[in-house]
C-alpha cells in the first residue's frame, strides 16, 4: 500500500507560509502525542530553524503518560520548548505562559526603545493535528474553522488574542513526497490524510496489528477479539465477528468495520495509547563522548 498525498492547495500554503515566517516572533508546532515523531513534518522543522519555537504534544490526554513523559524529555534534551496538551480540554493560560516565554527577549527590546510589542506566532503542523482548535481555545470562540478531516483549514488567517497577541492559523502542511511510508500509514491512523486515497481494509488490518503490538488488551476488550494475535484478514475477520459487523450470510462488513475501528481510534475510545516509543534517555558517558 504505497500512501502519497499532497493536494494542489498545499503547494500555494506552503509558499505563504514561507511568505508569512518572516514576520512571526514564535512558531508554534502541533504534533498528535500518540505519533510524536510521525506526526511532525521535517519541512516544517527546517523552515522554522532560527525561529523561537515551542512543540506542543497535542491530544496529550489520548496518549500513555510514561511514553509522553518520555517523549518530553527527548525533545526538550533537543533544544526545543516542549509541553503536553489538549487543544479540547486544555487551560489558554499554559500556552499563554509558554508564548509569553519565547517571546520575552523580543518584548523586552521594544520596551527599552518605548514600544508595546505586539506578538506574532504561526501555529503550524501536518492536517488533523488540532491546530484551528487550539487557536480557538485562546480566542475563547469558534473564529478559526475546524474539522475531523484534513484540508479544512486553507488559507492564513492571522487572529487577535487580546491587543498584543496575534496568532496565524495556517493549513495543515504534509511535505511532497512521504518516503517513510510507516510514517505516512500512522499519519492516515490519525486523519492527516483524506481517507479516500488509501485502501482503507489494509489500513484498517495495520492499525489492528499496530494497536495488537502496543496494547492487546484494548484490542481484545475494545473489538471483541479473543487472540489479538491474529494478523492480516483474519484479525479483521474477528473484529467484524467481535463487534457483530456482519453482513447476510455472516459476511464481514468491512466498510462498517473499518469507519468504526479508524473512527474509535482518532476518538481516542480505544484508551490512553502511545504507538511510538520514545527513544532512550542519552547515557552520560555518550554524553561526554558527544
Given at each position: 500500500?504505497?500512501?502519497?498525498?499532497y493536494?494542489?492547495?498545499?503547494a500555494?500554503?506552503?509558499?505563504?507560509?514561507?511568505?508569512?515566517?518572516?514576520?512571526?516572533?514564535?512558531?508554534?508546532e502541533?504534533?498528535?502525542?500518540?505519533?510524536?515523531?510521525?506526526?511532525?513534518?521535517?519541512e516544517?522543522?527546517?523552515l522554522?530553524r532560527?525561529?523561537k519555537h515551542?512543540?506542543?504534544l497535542?491530544?496529550?490526554?489520548?496518549?500513555?503518560?510514561?511514553?509522553t513523559?518520555g517523549?518530553?524529555q527527548?525533545?526538550?534534551?533537543?533544544?526545543?520548548?516542549?509541553?503536553?496538551y489538549?487543544?479540547?480540554?486544555?487551560?489558554?493560560?499554559e500556552?499563554?505562559e509558554?508564548?509569553g516565554g519565547?517571546?520575552?527577549?523580543?518584548?523586552?527590546r521594544a520596551?527599552a526603545?518605548g514600544?508595546?510589542?505586539?506578538?506574532r506566532?504561526?501555529?503550524v503542523?501536518?492536517?488533523?493535528?488540532?491546530?484551528?482548535t487550539?487557536?480557538?481555545?485562546?480566542y475563547?470562540?469558534g473564529i478559526?474553522?475546524?474539522?475531523?478531516?484534513p484540508g479544512?483549514?486553507?488559507?492564513?488567517?492571522?487572529?487577535?488574542?487580546?491587543?498584543?497577541?496575534?496568532?496565524?492559523?495556517s493549513?495543515?502542511?504534509?511535505?511532497?513526497?512521504?518516503?517513510?511510508?510507516t510514517a505516512?500509514r500512522?499519519l492516515c491512523?490519525?486523519?492527516?490524510?483524506?481517507?479516500?486515497?488509501?485502501?482503507l481494509p489494509?489500513?484498517?488490518?495495520c492499525?489492528?496489528?499496530?494497536?495488537a503490538?502496543v496494547?492487546?488488551?484494548a484490542?481484545?476488550e475494545r473489538f471483541?477479539?479473543?487472540?489479538?494475535?491474529?494478523?492480516g484478514?483474519?484479525?479483521l475477520d474477528?473484529?467484524?465477528?467481535g463487534r457483530?459487523?456482519l453482513?447476510?450470510?455472516?459476511?464481514?462488513d468491512y466498510?462498517?468495520?473499518?469507519?468504526?475501528?479508524?473512527d474509535?481510534?482518532?476518538?481516542g475510545?480505544c484508551?490512553?495509547?502511545?504507538?511510538?516509543?520514545?527513544?532512550a534517555?542519552?547515557r552520560?558517558?555518550?554524553?561526554?563522548?558527544?
Open positions: 500500500m504505497e500512501i502519497n498525498w493536494p494542489g492547495h498545499m500555494k500554503a506552503r509558499r505563504l507560509l514561507i511568505d508569512q515566517l518572516g514576520r512571526v516572533d514564535v512558531v508554534i502541533l504534533c498528535d502525542a500518540r505519533l510524536p515523531d510521525s506526526s511532525r513534518n521535517p516544517l522543522v527546517r522554522a532560527g525561529k515551542i512543540l506542543l497535542n491530544k496529550a490526554d489520548l496518549a500513555e503518560p510514561n511514553a513523559h517523549w518530553l527527548a525533545f526538550r534534551a533537543q533544544g526545543l520548548t516542549a509541553a503536553p489538549s487543544a479540547t480540554a486544555g487551560r489558554p493560560k500556552i499563554l509558554l508564548i519565547a517571546a520575552r527577549e523580543a518584548v523586552e520596551a526603545r514600544m508595546k510589542k505586539i506578538v506566532c504561526m501555529v503542523g501536518v492536517p488533523n493535528v488540532g491546530k484551528s487550539l487557536i480557538n481555545r485562546l475563547g470562540g478559526a474553522r475546524t474539522g475531523d478531516r479544512v483549514t486553507r488559507a492564513n488567517q492571522w487572529v487577535n488574542i487580546g491587543p498584543y497577541l496575534q496568532l496565524m492559523d493549513p495543515g502542511l504534509m511535505w511532497p513526497k512521504l518516503d517513510d511510508q505516512a500512522r491512523y490519525i486523519g492527516s490524510v483524506k481517507d479516500a486515497v488509501v485502501d489494509m489500513l484498517t488490518i492499525l489492528l496489528e499496530d494497536l503490538a496494547k492487546p488488551e484490542v481484545r471483541r477479539v479473543e487472540d489479538p494475535s491474529l494478523r484478514v483474519e484479525l474477528a473484529v467484524c465477528r457483530g459487523f453482513l447476510k450470510g455472516a459476511q464481514s466498510d462498517r468495520c473499518c469507519a468504526v475501528v479508524l474509535e481510534f482518532r476518538a475510545k484508551g490512553r495509547i502511545t504507538l511510538e516509543k520514545p527513544p534517555p542519552a552520560e558517558e555518550d554524553q561526554e563522548k558527544a
